[in-house]
Every structure is written in structure tokens, then in C-alpha cells.
Nanobody
Framework: QEQLVESGGGLVQAGGSLRLSCAAS????????MDWYRQAPAKQRELVAV???????RYADSVKGRFTISRDNAKKTVYLQMNSLKPEDTAVYYC??????????????WGQGTQVTVSS
């Protein structure tokens, strides 16, 4: 079954780092434009970072200089390196993007979400 599987969330102290991974599994031939969202309790889902298929990136102002999105096309995986974490970064993080199947179809997929908690 085609899906995005996230890992790497957890509990970290303010100032610490985490790296989230999002791997396409099942019958996926390639990943296209990918992004990371986050959602904190009682808040709207926020777009955090975007990486185009060619590697260009964009970041929300709140994470610029601290987070880095990257991709490994051979592994069909996108990463979010999070440094200098703040309590305000606490949220469920979701990866999302366009996947192409081995039989030629394409569609948008969401990861299951991974909890990131930053303690003060």
C-alpha cells in the first residue's frame, strides 16, 4: 500500500535538535514536491517548509535559520532537520506531497503525523 511513513519525533529540551524522516513506501516510483506541516492544539495547520522536485526550498518565517528540509530521491525520503528548538515548535508534524506510483499514477499523500514536544 502506498503511504508516507514518518519517524523521528520525540521529546527534546529547548535548544535541542531533532531530525524527522518521511519515507514513501509501497508501490512508489518517485517523490515530487514535498512539504512539512505542523499543527499545535487549538491552532491552524501551518506550512513549515517546502522542497520542490528540483531541490528549491522555502520556509515559514518562524523557522528560518533553524530548520532545513532536504530530500534523498534514491531513498524516496524527505527530511526535516530541526535545530535550536523552542517550546513554540511543539506540534504534530505531518509530511505531505506528490507521489508517483509504479504504474504511472500520481496523487497527494499525507504522513500519519509525528509528535514533537519541546520542553522549556
Amino acid at each position: 500500500q502506498e503511504q508516507l511513513v514518518e519517524s523521528g519525533g520525540g521529546l527534546v529540551q529547548a535548544g535541542g535538535s531533532l531530525r524527522l524522516s518521511c519515507a514513501a513506501s509501497g508501490g512508489i516510483s518517485s517523490i515530487g514536491a514535498m512539504d512539512w506541516y505542523r499543527q499545535a492544539p487549538a491552532k491552524q495547520r501551518e506550512l513549515v517548509a517546502v522542497i520542490a522536485s528540483g531541490g528549491g526550498t522555502r520556509y515559514a518565517d518562524s523557522v528560518k535559520g533553524r530548520f532545513t528540509i532536504s530530500r534523498d530521491n534514491a531513498k524516496k525520503t524527505v527530511y526535516l532537520q530541526m535545530n535550536s528548538l523552542k517550546p513554540e515548535d511543539t506540534a504534530v508534524y505531518y509530511c505531505h506531497g506528490l507521489l508517483t506510483t509504479r504504474i504511472g499514477g500520481a496523487g497527494e499523500y499525507w504522513g500519519q503525523g509525528t509528535q514533537v514536544t519541546v520542553s522549556s
